[in-house]
């Protein structure tokens, strides 16, 4: 059949462009991934999420769930896996309003070993310095969330932010005597922790606080409990419209959780309170149409929560060029 005359001419000018892109691209064989930064505008927010690395994290480490369900649920979800595990990624989240940056967790800066600590360099290659962060909000003391509050010399990375741990968080990870009677395998957390936040304690710019407690203007500290004793999300206020919720670790396993959350991870502290805490942050979202984003979300982790048959699953945001 032959084509008309202007389906012709596109036909030829797509084939001229799909020869010539290919032709160039033979000699360009790229060395290193583009730096780990997302940009979203929500409302007033200027919304950066900030990729830290991978971990692996092994899907016998799902409890709750029998391996059957957990393989039905990960057929088809594509999740890169290896020996080690499921491909996991690690978040941060910087968020501008105004001229005032808050940082939600920080990364494992040196904890995790190479591959992993990129959040600070991925915050300069956003643009921004770390001695402009004005709040480091943590939702939790594990080593993935706080060791990234030192730089590479042990200093703190970000000199001029005061640092917020919820006092339950606080009180169990800085006390040396939950050290002696927690489960040997979570033993190493504990110093990493009083490590991190040394240099701010003695600053005197270490806040703890409870969920009633004011936080910066905007935030709020929403109790979600169970993966550590003191685990909080933060809804931030984006002014007109959707809250930003920074859920922190309420998913570890995006894809079987969303839909079982009922199945818990094995290093929850409390498996049942973290499932209870999983199951109103997820509904408060989809009821709400809020924006979440996720640490051990895909990165850039931003999207939405939907409600689908009896549970839950996630829409990642699509996207979007930001408006000048
Ligand atoms: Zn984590």
Not at 55 to 81: F, K, M, N, S, W
């Amino acid at each position: 059949m032959r084509l008309p005359p202007r389906r012709h001419l596109a036909a030829a000018l797509l084939l001229a462009v799909c020869s010539h892109t290919a032709f160039a691209t033979t000699t360009h064989v790229p060395q290193q991934q583009v730096p780990g930064v997302y940009h979203q505008q929500i409302g007033e927010l200027q919304v950066t999420a900030l990729f830290d690395g991978t971990v692996a994290l092994g899907r016998q480490e799902l409890v709750g769930i029998d391996a059957g369900a957990v393989t039905r649920l990960l057929d088809h979800r594509y999740v890169p896996e290896d020996s080690k595990g499921l491909q996991t990624a690690v978040n941060a989240y910087l968020v501008q309003r105004g001229n005032r940056l808050t940082l939600v967790d920080t990364g494992t800066a040196k904890c995790f070993g190479p591959g992993l600590g990129q959040v600070l360099g991925n915050l300069r290659a956003a643009g921004y310095a770390p001695s402009d962060v004005d709040d480091v909000l943590l939702t939790h003391a594990h080593p993935d969330h706080l060791c990234g509050l030192l730089d590479a010399q042990g200093k703190a990375a970000f000199p001029n932010a005061t640092v917020w741990l919820s006092h339950a968080d606080a009180a169990y990870w800085l006390d040396p005597a939950s050290e002696a009677s927690a489960p040997q395998g979570l033993r190493f957390a504990f110093k990493l922790a009083r490590d991190a936040v040394a240099p701010y304690e003695a600053a005197g710019t270490l806040r703890r606080f409870g969920t009633q407690d004011p936080l910066p203007t905007g935030i709020r500290a929403l109790d979600s409990h169970g993966h550590t004793p003191g685990h909080v999300s933060y809804r931030i206020d984006s002014g007109a419209g959707q809250p930003l919720l920074v859920w922190g670790d309420v998913v570890h396993f995006h894809a079987v959780q969303f839909a079982q959350p009922d199945a818990a991870y094995e290093a929850d502290s409390d498996r049942n309170a973290a499932i209870a805490s999983r199951r109103r942050m997820m509904a408060e979202a989809a009821d709400n149409g809020w924006w979440v984003a996720g640490a051990h979300l895909p990165f850039p982790g931003l999207g939405h929560v939907r409600r689908q048959d009896g549970a839950f699953a996630w829409v990642p945001a699509e996207f979007m060029p930001l408006t000048p």
